[in-house]
């Protein structure tokens, strides 16, 4: 099946431009408790661009989240249709994946996007899996600092922050993933009923943001976004 591949590269590797930091989102939009809709107030409190990778799912659940952020000036990634990893998938299923995720983002803004970004769910793919969205003219978005936050529960946002401004301050610069969502609405309703204050429960990242954020700015970062193609 060929090696593990992971999105988690240096900074160097990211061609990242050294002194900046960027905020990625994976698993949204999420309209529980108004989360994603939180966050982009925060981020448009402080001027900063940022990417949302949107779940196919979720996009159809909330379609005028999906506008909301592409109105605001972020960048739009295709995070496949459903919650199951990439790594997990075969060919077929991957591809499916990745069109049905691209179709309902489509469907929600009411026209094509571009540029064509994609984020692998779960953060590990295999070489077919790169083949086949690089055929469909998608590029990915790496990662080079990230803090796990999908499995901990805000009583563990301070470990959060700790993480991600310890890794930022190691590279002097990169790119963050955090998760405005938790894979797919309909299971992230399911286990919030079980555990409302698990790690399901998305509401504190916002909070959370505005945190790093004012980190960030104190220690000399630029955080209001630049060209998408340095990720390249």
């Not at 002194?19 to 408790?33: E, H």
């Not at 506008?67 to 591809?95: M, P, S």
């Amino acid at each position: 099946m060929g090696p593990l591949r992971s999105i988690k590269v240096n900074r160097q590797a990211a061609a990242f431009p050294r002194g900046a930091v960027l905020f990625t989102f994976d698993d949204g939009p999420n309209r529980r408790g108004d989360t994603t809709e939180r966050l982009l107030e925060v981020l448009r409190r402080y001027g900063i661009r940022a990417c949302f990778a949107l779940l196919g799912e979720n996009a159809e659940h909330s379609p005028h989240l999906v506008r909301l952020i592409r109105d605001e000036g972020h960048l739009i990634i295709n995070h496949g249709y459903g919650d199951r990893f990439t790594l997990f998938l075969k060919t077929g299923d991957f591809v499916r994946s990745l069109e049905a995720g691209e179709e309902a983002i489509i469907r929600a803004l009411g026209v094509p996007y571009t540029p064509k970004y994609f984020r692998p769910q779960g953060g590990i793919f295999r070489d077919h899996h790169r083949t086949a969205w690089e055929a469909r003219g998608y590029r990915m978005i790496p990662v080079t600092a990230r803090a796990y936050d999908a499995v901990l529960k805000e009583s563990e946002r301070p470990l959060v922050i700790r993480r991600l401004v310890s890794a930022v301050e190691k590279d002097r610069g990169g790119v963050i993933l955090l998760h405005d969502g938790r894979d797919s609405q309909l299971l992230m309703e399911s286990r919030l009923q079980r555990n409302p204050r698990g790690p399901f429960n998305r509401s504190w990242i916002p909070a959370a943001v505005e945190e790093l954020i004012l980190s960030f700015q104190t220690r000399g970062y630029q955080l209001t976004g630049f060209h998408w193609d340095a990720l390249s």
